[in-house]
């Protein structure tokens, strides 16, 4: 009789499985829907995405999820650590895979994020501490407009 949980081991190489396991890691049962929407946000390399932008990417992988649902599984991936939310503004979020430390560009019109890295920055002049709390990490987003365009008599 073959042993149950081998079934369930992990297949080196899979993309699913690893997954799975991510999520099993993070302390998250590996539902269809957790694992379709982390391989979709998570199989892709380090990178920077919306709500709506992940249920795009659903919908058309035919990824049967609502919006909502959407909402939900990056918020327990978020506090799971799978994630980091970057809040832009009051409106909008972006959910960034790299939990490394570093800072983003925010391209206002375009409505892209791009990382810098810390290297490239340094943060000084932080406050103290309110007593009891220490500083987890500081982000800064940069907001990036394009440079209005010279116009040919600025030219002359």
Not at 11 to 39: F, H, I, M, Y
Not at 76 to 91: H, K, P, S
Not at 121 to 135: D, K, Q
């Amino acid at each position: 009789m073959s042993d149950i949980s081998s079934t369930r081991r992990a297949r080196p190489g899979c993309p699913l499985s690893q997954v799975k396991d991510k999520l099993r890691q993070a302390g998250l049962r590996p539902t269809l829907q957790r694992v379709s929407l982390g391989w979709l946000l998570l199989g892709k390399g380090n990178r920077h995405v919306t709500a709506e932008m992940l249920f795009e990417g659903a919908r058309k992988a035919r990824v049967p999820v609502s919006l909502a649902t959407v909402y939900n599984t990056l918020k327990q991936f978020t506090e799971t650590g799978l994630v980091r939310q970057i809040a832009v503004d009051g409106r909008k979020s972006y959910f960034d895979t790299d939990l490394t430390d570093h800072h983003h560009f925010l391209i206002q019109e375009e409505g892209k994020v791009i990382d810098i890295t810390c290297a490239s920055m340094s943060v000084i002049g932080l406050p103290a501490a309110p007593a009891g709390y220490e500083v987890e990490r500081v982000e800064v987003v940069v907001r990036l407009r394009r440079a209005p365009s010279q116009t040919s008599s600025e030219l002359e």
